[in-house]
């Protein structure tokens, strides 16, 4: 049995990435709150046919925008939203399958109006799959040098504390015989020289930082710049960013789903 369901999500995954090729796709998604015309990058050549696909069958019309946030983003494409009751917890919905990371940074980044593929946490999702059919559309802020300074700083500490878990996992052992002995003193000094090796692997890391012509789009549209790097950025709302605003401004119940059904009437692919 087991088996033969993996034979079957095998067949969906396929189908799902087979489609012919499709390049410069101009999509129009019609919404209870206005149109947004979307070009879908050529760049992430899985995550645009997968989109289109799910357009062309109509996947999407009667779908709900079930998150909301102001200033950071809207998101759908949950099957599960299309006529749900109110209080119904959403999110979880999809086509039964996943599509491969295509992050593309800096190139593609969370620009105001971008569109990108939601997915699982790092925790349980480490090769960062998409969804198969959730996306959330950039609405962010603009974001000032104070701003990008603390992003990157907390780059940095992300990096630390990947460095700390690496080297800790070498004195693992020596750390817990030392607790258990009771010799305080020496499990300090071992902490210490943790600390100083986790420092001088630091230094000799390459520092993340954001790139300039990137931070003036940041600066001057907008977006939410700590994403980047982390999920598919796969198009960009080219007509109708205030609907973005729109949509993201409604009051919002439990969960940031809008109190006001907010729904996709329909995408259609234009060319």
Do not use: W
Not at 5 to 29: D, F, N, R, Y
Not at 108 to 127: M, S, Y
């Amino acid at each position: 049995m087991k088996y033969l369901l993996s034979i079957v999500v095998a067949v969906i995954m396929l189908s799902a990435c087979s489609t012919q090729p499709k390049e410069g796709v101009i999509l129009m998604m019609e919404t209870s709150k206005g149109d947004m015309k979307i070009k879908l990058y050529d760049e992430t050549p899985q995550h645009r046919d997968n989109f289109v696909k799910l357009a062309e069958e109509g996947f999407y019309d009667s779908l709900l925008f079930h998150r909301v946030i102001n200033k950071f983003m809207i998101q759908g494409g949950d099957p599960e939203s299309k006529g749900a009751a109110p209080g119904t917890m959403l999110g979880n919905g999809g086509p039964g399958y996943q599509v491969p990371e295509e992050i593309n940074y800096p190139t593609l980044f969370h620009k105001k109006g971008a569109l990108a593929a939601a997915r699982t946490g790092d925790n349980v999702n480490p090769e960062r799959k998409s969804s198969g059919s959730q996306f959330y559309i950039v609405q962010g802020e603009t974001y000032n040098d104070e701003k990008f300074n603390s992003i990157e700083k907390r780059y940095e500490e992300m990096t630390r504390q990947k460095i700390f878990y690496e080297v800790l996992e070498g004195y693992k052992d020596t750390l817990q015989a030392l607790q258990q002995s009771g010799n305080q003193e020496a499990f300090m000094g071992m902490r210490v020289s943790i600390e100083e090796e986790v420092e001088k692997k630091l230094a000799n890391e390459p520092k993340q930082t954001i790139p300039e012509e990137v931070k003036e789009v940041y600066r001057t549209i907008g977006g939410v710049p700590h994403l980047d790097d982390s999920y598919t950025v796969f198009g960009e709302v080219i007509e109708g960013l205030e609907v973005i605003d729109s949509i993201a401004t409604v009051g919002t119940a439990q969960g940031d789903r809008p109190l006001e059904d907010v729904y996709i009437i329909k995408v259609e692919v234009l060319k």
